[in-house]
């Protein structure tokens, strides 16, 4: 199975190893707010990075509320229009106080907010003057199409332009068919495409010519839907105010190098900074652009208009399927590791479990490999320190094949995430455990353990130390953990990112943790079982990293290599220093039983 498993990953590597252009745009509305900071406008302030290498710029569909900022329009809500007219001692037309009313100031300025919203406006005359009415408050939600005039100026200027659509609190009409020829990308704003979700054959259609943008951590409504008919693009953004209050220039070059080298983004979406938090906003705006540039091209990328981009990745369902076998091969040589016949019903569980959060398809049997190998290579193999290198062979093996079953283009642009991505943690080390102590007693005869022993201090700081490990690893789980980086973690990942793929934290403690075990066989059951735990929980991570599809093979690999000698390393120092407090403590302990027999 690992044969044709092989032949997709080689397949899936030359298809990752063409992608080498990466575009990067700049939000116009964040421009503008930094411009009215001083005096200058959001072309003005672009211009001004442009000469430092930003190469294109985001512009928003209109809404109500721009049409009236720009003066194409006059806009009040039905309560201010009526409050007017009394005080001018004119009788105030039947409309809601809480409607929506606008009025062009320039021909045609309302054409397209007219005729793309559905149902439509209802008009009235007043003085002289068309009105047109929505109800509800809708001034900064309601599409009016692009600002031609504004989308010619960017791209005569010579920027890359992305186009910001939006979707309508009612239904809309000609879904894209007013998308700016001009604009190179879409990027879907808020949470919805536009369209959604009675529009979406229109959108697929329009957008043919156009990258859409897959925003990632911004899942919208439709995107899944039309991403699979459309070319589609990764994008990296931050949120406004976390760049604002937390980002420096450098902390941002790095989490967008980061997302170019290991995630596959290839259109960065930078936002200027509009406060003074972190200090001048406008030359920390021009410290990120002057820097990220450079380095982008340092590390060998195009930077500047996609010409060229998507995954050209197929996979095969004969060689998918012989890969499959591999994954089902693995959960019988799992089960058999456990005693007779708490194998069968082991396996059983885990199959539930892949069905249940992947349904019955491909994913569920990626999860499958996600959670028998990491346990599957320290039950294997003796306890003695080549058994490290071993259970990663395995865990590497059972990596080629959750590769090969899992990736399709959904998942390598993360259309479609990776299903029971919590469990691939939490269940192999619990799988692993559990395997583990039943092969050196029944359960009947645990449960007598548990309910006669008496409890020390010992056994209670034991069982916190575990609950305490359990819970960091589901705490640091996504990219937004509940308990953050160490700083001594971040100058580690930082120190290493400058030379490899950063390896991850979980593999640098579990593989020293286990490899401390393998080389201390003399320690009891209850110190060995807990580290060996540990170092299934590396393994499991080795299988969490090829899981993120949109990292390519190589660098999932390139970080496992890294982990494997860092963490060898680290273990190689602990080792000898473990022995060495054995023997002390043991000297201690029977200097105490002498005492206390001479007493």
């Known amino acids: 199975a690992l044969v044709p498993a092989a032949v997709l990953g080689l397949r899936r590597v030359a298809a990752e190893g063409s992608r080498e252009q990466v575009a990067v745009v700049m939000d116009e509305q964040a421009l503008a707010v930094q411009g009215s900071m001083v005096g200058l406008t959001s072309l003005e302030l672009g211009r001004r990075y442009q000469a430092l290498g930003l190469p294109g710029v985001a512009l928003y569909e209109d809404t109500i509320e721009t049409l009236a900022s720009k003066g ?3 806009t009040l809500l039905g309560s201010e229009l009526k409050a007017q007219l009394v005080a001018a001692g004119e009788a105030p037309p039947p409309i809601p106080s809480n409607a929506t009313l606008v009025t062009a100031l320039a021909p045609g300025a309302l054409d397209r907010l007219i005729a793309k919203n559905v149902p439509p406006a209802r008009s009235f005359e007043l ?16 599409p009016a199409g692009p600002d031609e005039a504004q989308v010619r100026l960017w791209k005569s200027a010579g920027f890359d332009v992305a186009y910001r659509p939006r979707n309508g609190p009612y239904s809309l009409v000609g879904v ?9 990308y879409i990027v879907h704003a808020g949470t919805q495409v536009a369209g959604w979700p009675f529009g979406l054959d229109e959108l697929v259609a329009a ?19 039309i991403a699979n008919k459309v070319p589609t693009v990764r994008l990296l953004s931050f949120n406004q105010d976390y760049v604002d209050r937390r980002l420096r220039p450098g902390d941002l070059v790095e989490k967008y190098l980061l997302g170019v080298e290991e995630r596959n983004v290839r259109l960065l979406y930078l936002r200027p900074y509009t406060t003074v938090e972190l200090g001048d906003p406008i030359a920390n705006t021009e410290k990120l652009v002057s ?27 004969w060689l998918r399927g012989l890969a499959a076998l591999g994954v ?18 082991a396996l059983g569980l885990v199959l539930l479990a892949c069905l249940f959060f992947a349904g019955a398809r491909w994913d569920a049997l990626a999860l499958l490999a996600a959670l028998v190998f990491p346990a599957l290579g320290y039950l294997t193999f003796k306890e003695r320190l080549p058994a490290i290198l071993g259970a990663t062979a395995v865990s590497l093996a059972g990596a080629l094949l959750l590769a090969a079953v899992g990736s399709e283009r959904e998942t390598l642009l993360a259309i479609r995430p990776f299903s029971g991505v919590g469990l691939t943690l939490l269940a192999p080390p619990l799988i692993f455990l559990a395997a583990y102590l039943l092969r050196l007693h029944r359960p009947v005869v645990w449960i007598k353990r548990l309910l006669t022993t008496n409890l020390t201090f010992g056994h209670v700081a034991l069982g916190l130390v575990a609950l305490a490990a359990v819970g960091l690893v589901l705490l640091r789980r996504g990219n937004d953990p509940v308990i953050g980086v160490s700083q001594f973690e971040l100058t580690l990942r930082s120190l290493l990112g400058e030379f490899v793929a950063r390896p991850r934290f979980k593999e640098l403690l579990g593989h020293p943790a286990a490899l401390v075990a393998l080389a201390l066989p003399g320690w009891p059951v209850w110190l060995r079982a807990p580290l ?8 499991a991570s080795i299988l969490n990293s090829f899981s993120h599809y949109h990292t390519p093979l190589l660098i999932s690999l390139e970080r496992t290599g890294v982990a494997l000698l860092v963490g060898l ?15 002390l403590v043991r000297r201690w302990l029977q200097g105490a039983e002498d005492d206390l027999s001479h007493a």
């Open 328 to 345: 089902l091969a693995g959960a019988l040589l799992l089960a058999r590791r456990f005693p007779s016949p708490w194998g069968a019903v």
């Open 291 to 317: 820097a990220l540039i450079p380095a982008l091209r340092a590390h060998g990328y195009d930077v500047g208009p996609l010409e060229s981009l998507g995954t050209t990745y197929r996979t095969n369902a």
């Open 127 to 142: 003085n002289g003057r068309t009105w047109y009415l929505w109800p509800g408050s809708v001034k900064p939600t309601l």
């Open 207 to 225: 957008s043919q010519g156009f990258y859409t943008a897959v925003i990632e951590g911004s899942p919208q409504n439709g995107m899944a839907e």
């Open 569 to 583: 390393v680290i273990g190689a120092v602990l080792a000898p220093l473990a022995a060495l407090l054995t023997r």
């Open 532 to 539: 060996l735990t540990a170092g299934v929980v590396a393994q």
């Open 176 to 184: 894209g068919a007013d998308f700016p020829p001009e604009a190179s």
């Open 72 to 74: 194409y329009a006059a």
